[in-house]
């Protein structure tokens, strides 16, 4: 049974070859996305949290992380 890792990654800290990457295993499971799509919706998030057997990329899921403030009346 293959060893994956996780880790979280800011997605400003992604290189292109990453995104690259993820772009590539996404559009094997997904139709109708192009790379300028990908990337702008990309550009949305906060963070990747990357699943990798080794050095190569197996998945991989985003998170956009919002900051609210709320006030409460009691």
């Given at each position: 049974?293959?060893?994956?890792?996780?880790?979280?990654?800011?997605?400003?800290?992604?290189?292109?070859?990453?995104?690259?990457?993820?772009?590539?295993?996404?559009?094997?499971?997904?139709?109708?996305?192009s790379?300028?799509?990908?990337r702008?919706?990309?550009?949305?998030?906060?963070?990747?949290?990357?699943?990798?057997?080794?050095?190569?990329?197996?998945?991989?899921?985003?998170?956009?992380?919002r900051?609210?403030?709320?006030?409460?009346?009691?």
């Amino acid at each position: 049974m293959p060893h994956l890792s996780a880790r979280v990654v800011p997605r400003v800290a992604l290189s292109d070859a990453n995104a690259h990457a993820m772009y590539a295993l996404f559009e094997r499971y997904y139709d109708g996305v192009s790379p300028a799509q990908f990337r702008a919706d990309l550009a949305g998030k906060s963070h990747v949290i990357e699943l990798r057997e080794g050095d190569e990329l197996r998945g991989f899921s985003t998170i956009a992380l919002r900051s609210e403030e709320h006030t409460s009346e009691l």
